[in-house]
């Protein structure tokens, strides 16, 4: 168990610590400061010397060029990027960032990084595939007015984006409730704006106003439930209020307390029934925005509930600890057999797209289900916290490739709706013959969603199963082998949420697979038929996606790894 | 060996601009493939006598580390179960592509073929379980898309009803082996993954059943034995298919083109039978015992329905895709008899069938292809105007009835021998007679009946079909003459000199037999 190391803000080692974050604070100044260069001058008082000072006036041709921000946050944020990953390369050490007095803010070890790589790569692909996106109504100086402002909005659009980053990495180190929350608002205010950006269709509006609403209300809740823990405990800081759970977790304030800052993450992982406003929020947003609501966005609320659930009113912590675990266990079961079914029936492919996300919420919540479950049962008790890491393992990584093929398939939905609209099923058609490349990538993104080999998607559920499995059965496969006869009555009751899942992963073919029908062997719309809108951009970034969704099928033991080390530094005590 | 038809499918990919070189290419692979195993068989390559391979040994054995963390391997080798299934399949991907030559298809059908077939060699030789799942689902994306893209008018359904019925059955499938991998004892096995402690291998596995398989003491208790059989055979049942599970069959048979078909018959549905054998049976001979009865009712009911439907059929393709499930039920049967000879009919009707299905849906390919129509009614006196067609059509269809000195024939008669000595031996009821007898006869009469109103009746004066639109009935092609021959001859030679297959297999079952069920029956560990 290594030490940790303290650092004070602006200490020795916060800047290496703290990397990433700073880079993206630092893209986030330029992205405020660049566009607005120019040829402004300033009088010094009293006399007639004009300085340049190169601030406001007209523009320069290369600050006003409304691709700048673009390129600009997408630097930054695949800087951010490059450099999680590369910390990654010579171990990840573990820093936190305390207050003066010794109080643990931030926390910077595995698994925060592996959680930022997710952010930052979500965002940095969203941010590069966004530039084919928001239209840009010339360069230079000669341009009138709504002109300039619709130039003015990619600044707006790209500063949002940092944001967003900055306040999802800041969820990713919290060790204090308090702390992540302030990460999770900015986050979401953050996408709040960015769903309700896409002016161009009138839902955009619409759904952003819904996303906001009920996620404000979420956040309300959350935060509701945040004061009574305060008031519980007299802190928020994890470790405190885990100690203070293993005291007297049983009191019915803190269980209330943590369902309610519980219904704010259930919100954000779009867990039923907190979900009714994601599929709006889906459809509303322009593409690229909802694949970072799809993958970047749920990992965050998927942070939360780790937190919540696995550190604080962790089961080992107390005899009834587990008063949330079936509780869980049936809401992963509503969530995954719900989203399922609701994506049967859509004809929208992004509000089909969001109920997959809704089913994999589903799986995602069966398997912390499972790692609460691992030993709170001593008939069952295994390895300790050997299962508990294989199976956040699976959760780590199936966040991670989840990146790869969900925003992929939302790219490939974003390059049609700059060739008008995206929001039936038969957009889709004739797509194999508008552009094969498309039509190929979309193929294998929608059957790793399914889950077929060898793709990534089939590793990580996989995984996830094997998990589930593992926990299920537990030491089972020794004391068969000493003579015992067991059943399915003896195995732990997750078992049949591993059923679940797999069966769910069958109903779920079916409507993948009709995305599949509709793009090779339907024709295309009337009066679409001609090339798509070209865009490079998007197309590297698609191009990105499926690389890595073929890649991690078949290699996938690196990430593999990285996830496992970020898995073990969740709970050290699990080593 | 698989290396080479992925590398021959990623060549043909490359090239697949053009139509023509592509095509030759795809025969040119998958001729080298064939003459690669035959020379297996004939040991030029490899010095490997496929006689006297004890139970779970294998050949060729090659082994290289996948994910070590989770155990998973790349591990392939072949043995008598698994080598004919991989010789059929060398030897049908060039007999599909020469009977499909002259059809209209795109650039990727032929790759398609070739892709389709290293996923069916993966699978056969697989010696690991993660592997073995992956090839078997990777069988699945050819075929849908074979289907999807050059099928009949309903393919969209039915490549969809297709592809999700195996699919559901499979992940069930899947899950049962996650279980057993989960149920096996930690770091007991060799290969075991350095963060599970499980492994996937097979042959360990196998090895470690066995090893448990004594007498009365069951392989991971009763319970659990009984629930990872039925889990697994569901998986394999509904890729057999048998009866409750074929409804996908002659959907995807009708809607497929004709080498899409003739694949799906010859081998895909065998993945199933050699399924069942590699896993199942091997790993859990106690709960084939328990379910020996299912499993023969199972046998039954395919053989008995697959029969009764495929008299009342219209449509030539449909009636040999019942005519399928029907067979596939002579394979349970033979499994289900527990005696070495059922085995071994088992095993060749598995390897007869592949070469006999293929030739009937090649006949109902250039039925198609020269009559557009499907329909039994359709053509009459087709001896008169396609004298070619007629004979290989007569030919196919004697064969799948089981003619003696053909080799549909052989395989019959096993099982009807083990189903009489399991009868006399073990005591069952002699009303299980029944089932296969009358499946004799109403298999020659729904083989003869169609028979006699597409070849015979008519003549002179019958008309062409409705839809040739006037145009004058051609013959088949020089190509399909040609794989008709190659198919019509192999059904000969593995009709008349059975042993060059069948010593092999029977080794294989005696070997497995005593590897498996005398164990048990001896008792006391």
């Known amino acids: ?575 | 060996m698989i290396l080479l038809a992925f590398v021959s499918n990623a060549n043909a990919r490359m090239r697949a601009r053009l139509v023509g070189p592509v095509r030759m290419a795809c025969l040119v692979f998958s001729l080298l493939m064939l003459v690669l195993t035959t020379g297996m068989f004939f040991r030029y390559f490899g010095d490997v006598t496929w006689m006297d391979i004890g139970f779970n040994e294998y050949e060729f054995e090659h082994k290289y580390t996948w994910v070590e963390s989770l155990g998973i391997n790349w591990a392939v080798g072949l043995d008598a179960l698994s080598f004919p299934m991989v010789w059929l399949t060398t030897f049908l991907l060039p007999v599909t592509i020469i009977a499909t030559w002259n059809e209209k298809h795109g650039a990727t059908y032929f790759p398609l073929l070739l892709m389709m077939g290293g996923a069916l060699i993966g699978v056969f030789v697989s010696l690991d379980l993660f592997m073995f799942y992956v090839f078997w689902e990777l069988t699945l994306i050819p075929m849908f898309f074979l289907i999807l893209k050059w099928g009949g008018k309903d393919r969209k359904y039915a490549s969809q009803k297709f592809f999700i019925y195996t699919f559901t059955a499979s992940v069930v499938m899947l899950l049962g082996l996650i279980t057993l991998y989960f149920l096996q004892d930690p770091y007991s096995l060799a290969s075991s993954g350095t963060m599970t402690g499980r492994s996937f291998s097979i042959p360990e596995l196998i090895d470690n059943a066995r090893a448990n398989n004594i007498g009365d003491n069951w392989y991971l208790g009763a319970q659990m034995q009984k629930i990872l059989f039925v889990m697994l055979m569901i998986g394999f049942l509904v890729k057999l298919p048998a009866v409750p599970f074929h409804t996908w069959l002659p959907d995807a048979h009708v809607q497929a083109p004709t080498g899409g078909s003739m694949l799906l018959a010859g081998v895909m549905l065998k993945m199933g039978a050699y399924g069942m054998f590699r896993l199942p049976i091997s790993l859990f001979p106690h709960a084939l015992y328990h379910f020996q009865l299912a499993l023969m009712i199972i046998g039954m009911v395919s053989l008995v329905w697959g029969a009764i439907v495929c008299l009342g059929q219209t449509n030539l393709k449909k009636m040999v895709a019942y005519s399928s499930v029907s067979h596939m039920g002579v394979i349970l049967i033979g499994i289900a008899t527990m005696q070495p000879m059922g085995w071994a009919a088992a095993l060749f009707m598995m390897f007869a069938h592949g070469i006999i299905s293929p030739m009937l849906f090649a006949v109902c390919g250039a039925f198609k292809h020269h009559y557009h129509s499907m329909e039994i009614g359709a053509m009459r006196g087709m001896a008169k105007h396609s004298p070619w067609l007629a004979t290989s059509m007569m030919f196919a269809w004697m064969a799948s009835l089981g003619l003696p000195l053909l080799a549909g024939f052989v395989a019959e008669i096993m099982m009807l021998i083990a189903l009489w000595k399991m009868i006399s031996l073990d005591g069952w009821s002699i009303w299980w007679m029944v089932g296969p007898a009358l499946v004799l006869a109403l298999t020659a009469a729904y083989y003869l009946w169609s028979m006699q109103r597409t070849i015979f009746e008519g003549g002179e004066d019958t008309q062409p079909p409705a839809s040739m639109k006037g145009h004058a009935i051609p013959d088949i092609s020089n190509s399909e003459k040609f794989a008709m021959l190659i198919l019509a001859l192999f059904t000969i030679i593995f009709g008349v000199l059975p042993w060059i297959a069948l010593d092999m297999m029977d080794d294989w079952t005696i070997q497995a037999f005593e590897g498996l069920i005398i164990p048990l029956l001896k008792g006391g560990a």
């Not at chain 1, 839902?203 to 519980?232: D, P």
């Not at chain 1, 509303?284 to 993958?295: D, E, R």
């Not at chain 1, 679409?528 to 990105?544: E, K, M």
Request: charged letters at 10%.
């Open chain 1, 1 to 575: 168990m290594s030490t940790v190391q303290n650092v004070e803000p602006f200490g020795d080692g916060f800047i290496a610590a703290l990397c990433p974050e700073l880079i993206i604070f630092a893209g986030l100044l330029a992205l405020i400061i660049i566009p607005n260069i120019g040829k402004g001058t300033f009088r010094i008082p009293g006399t007639q010397t004009r300085v340049m000072w190169l601030f406001g006036g007209e523009r320069f041709k290369i600050t006003s060029n409304p691709k700048m921000p673009a390129w600009i946050a997408t630097i930054t944020l695949g800087a951010a990027f490059v450099q999680t990953v590369l910390s990654f390369q010579d171990g990840v050490d573990r820093t936190a960032i305390v207050t003066e007095n010794g109080t643990q803010l931030l926390l910077v070890n595995g698994f925060s990084r592996v959680f930022e790589m997710i952010f930052f790569g979500a965002l940095t692909l969203a941010a590069f595939a966004s530039m084919n996106r928001l239209e840009v109504k010339g360069i230079g100086p000669r341009l009138s007015t709504d002109d300039l402002y619709n130039n003015r909005r990619q600044a707006d659009f790209y500063i949002l984006m940092l944001t967003c980053g900055l306040g999802m990495s800041v969820v990713a180190l919290a060790q204090d409730l308090f702390v992540l929350f302030i990460g999770l608002e900015l986050a979401s205010f953050s996408t709040y704006v960015l769903v309700a950006f896409y002016k161009e269709s009138k839902v955009g509006t619409e759904a952003g106003m819904k996303y906001f609403i009920v996620g404000s209300v979420a956040s309300g809740v959350g935060l509701y439930g945040l004061s009574m823990l305060y008031l519980w405990a007299g802190s928020l800081q994890f470790d405190v209020l885990a100690a203070q759970f293993v005291i007297n977790g049983t009191d019915p304030l803190p269980l209330i307390g943590i369902g309610f800052v519980l219904v704010g993450f259930g919100f954000k992982v779009s867990a039923a029934p907190f979900h009714f406003a994601a599929p709006d929020a889906y459809a509303g947003a322009s593409s690229p925005v909802a694949g970072i609501l799809a993958t970047a966005s749920k990992a965050m609320g998927i942070i939360g509930l780790i937190r919540m659930l696995l550190i604080v009113a962790s089961p080992e912590a107390s005899e009834d600890g587990t008063v949330w675990l079936t509780l869980l266990g049936i809401i992963s079961l509503v969530t995954m057999t719900w989203g399922n079914i609701a994506a049967l029936g859509s004809t929208n492919p992004k509000r089909m797209l969001a109920y997959s996300s809704v089913a994999h919420a589903g799986y995602m919540l069966a398997a912390i289900t499972a790692i609460g479950a691992w030993n709170w049962d001593d008939s069952l008790a295994g390895e300790p916290g050997e299962a508990a890491v294989a199976v956040l393992t699976a959760v780590i990584f199936h966040l991670v490739v989840l990146v790869a093929f969900k925003l992929g398939a939302f790219l490939v939905l974003s390059v049609l709706e700059s060739d008008g609209d995206a929001s039936r099923l038969s957009s889709l058609g004739g797509l194999a013959k508008r552009e094969p490349f498309l039509a190929v990538a979309m193929f294998v993104f929608m059957i790793s969603l399914a889950g077929v080999p060898p793709l990534a998607g089939f590793v990580s559920k996989l995984l996830v199963i094997m998990g589930i499995v593992k926990v299920a059965i537990g030491q089972m496969g020794a004391e068969i082998m000493a003579g015992g006869d067991y059943g399915l009555a003896d195995v732990h009751w997750v078992w049949w949420l591993a059923l679940a899942m797999v069966i769910n992963s069958a109903i779920s073919v079916f409507y993948y697979l009709r995305v599949v029908v509709v793009m090779f062997f339907e024709e295309p719309e009337e009066g679409r038929t001609g090339p798509l809108p070209s865009g490079w951009q998007v197309r590297f970034a698609i191009l990105a996606c499926l690389m890595v969704t073929l890649f991690m099928g078949v290699a996938s033991d690196q990430l593999l790894e990285i996830c496992e080390v970020a898995a073990k530094s969740l709970n050290y005590s699990w080593n």
